[in-house]
T-cell receptor, first 114, second 114 residues
Framework: AQKVTQAQTEISVVEKEDVTLDCVYE???????LFWYKQPPSGELVFLIR??????QNEISGRYSWNFQKSTSSFNFTITASQVVDSAVYFC???????????FGQGTTLQVKP | ETGVTQTPRHLVMGMTNKKSLKCEQH?????MYWYKQSAKKPLELMFV???????ENNSVPSRFSPECPNSSHLFLHLHTLQPEDSALYLC?????????????FGSGTRLTVV
């Protein structure tokens, strides 16, 4: 069965600290995609990144970076020099190979204090 | 307009009321979803529509009744709800059930049942 685990329920950091959000997944598929979404207090889930399992190169987008390790089935997300606006719930997700529906992790609530 | 629009943003209703949530997408997607997000709980998939046909109903009580009149619109009709149904209801859409592209979410309707 496919599964996504975000073991960190809540993380609190002070502004400008770096923070890493963990995501571990389970799948028997050889090819798959992984996603990260951000849910700010307004409620909408905002797409952050889609990663193909073929591409293990780490990706950086501004202060955001993602570390994909196929060997450990992890897809961790790091925010460098965090800001108060980064405060949100972050979800990691994996599409079901049978139905295509997204399987979400439990989410990690990040609080960045000024 | 943004990709997925949900109305209303907030709704307070009594247990004997009947109301409807509306979701509209202008992305040309062919699948739409209803999710429920309760406090401190993970995202729960309620219904999946693909090409206007309901393809999944995850054991949702009959007091929730979805309707998908066309590929751009999705409704969730509510009647005789319970206080525990208070939650954020999120609509999402995707192309080809999200396997490659993930979902685009609306901002949600925050429902309070009194």
């Amino acid at each position: 069965a496919q599964k996504v685990t975000q073991a960190q329920t809540e993380i609190s950091v002070v502004e400008k600290e770096d923070v890493t959000l963990d995501c571990v997944y389970e799948t028997r598929d050889t090819t798959y995609y992984l996603f990260w979404y951000k849910q700010p207090p307004s409620g909408e889930l905002v797409f952050l990144i889609r990663r193909n399992s073929f591409d293990e190169q780490n990706e950086i987008s501004g202060r955001y970076s993602w570390n994909f390790q196929k060997s450990t089935s992890s897809f961790n997300f790091t925010i460098t020099a965090s800001q108060v606006v980064d405060s949100a719930v972050y979800f990691c997700a994996l599409p079901s190979s049978n139905t295509g529906k997204l399987i979400f992790g439990q989410g990690t609530t990040l609080q960045v204090k000024p | 307009e943004t990709g997925v629009t949900q109305t209303p943003r907030h709704l307070v209703m009594g247990m004997t009321n009947k109301k409807s949530l509306k979701c509209e997408q202008h992305l040309g997607h062919n699948a739409m979803y209803w999710y429920k997000q309760s406090a401190k709980k993970p995202l729960e998939l309620m219904f999946v529509y693909s090409l206007e046909e309901r393809v999944e109903n995850n054991s949702v009580p009959s007091r929730f009744s979805p309707e998908c009149p066309n590929s751009s619109h999705l409704f969730l009709h509510l009647h005789t709800l319970q206080p525990e149904d208070s939650a954020l209801y999120l609509c999402a859409s995707s192309q080809d059930r999200g396997y490659n592209y993930g979902y685009t979410f609306g901002s949600g309707t925050r429902l309070t049942v009194v």
